[in-house]
């Protein structure tokens, strides 16, 4: 599997801060089968004090979101499972962007 390392030069066109490089790196594993950025895959960022690992899937299309939220909801319980596995509670934490009401439909 190949990975995908993001460009060293920051974007200074609307920023106050003109420095041009990036004080940190990051580097995106891509699922086998993933043509774009979109597809599910792994993130590695590396930064002084601040590293991190993350993995899920980042601004996927409308009928792939509809069936990643079918799936939560078709199974709600194995989702809380998952979440509450020690695997995943001392290690990981989910994060992003929240939603104030629930999609219609769900």
Do not use: E, M
Not at 32 to 43: L, R, S
Not at 48 to 59: D, E, N, T, V
Not at 67 to 90: C, E, H, M, Y
Request: proline share 8%; hydrophobic share 35%; glycine share 12%.
């Amino acid at each position: 599997v190949g990975g995908s390392l993001f460009r060293i030069y920051r974007d200074v066109r609307f920023s106050k801060d003109k420095s041009p490089y990036k004080t940190y790196t990051g580097v995106q594993f891509r699922h086998t089968y993933g043509k774009d950025a979109h597809a599910p895959g792994f993130y590695l960022h590396l930064q002084p004090r601040a590293s991190f690992i993350g993995l899920g899937i980042w601004h996927p299309d409308s009928l792939t979101l509809a069936k990643i939220r079918s799936a939560i909801d078709d199974d709600p319980d194995g989702w809380r499972q998952a979440l509450a596995t020690p695997v995943f509670g001392n290690g990981f934490a989910l994060s992003g962007d929240t939603l104030k009401r629930p999609p219609r439909g769900f």
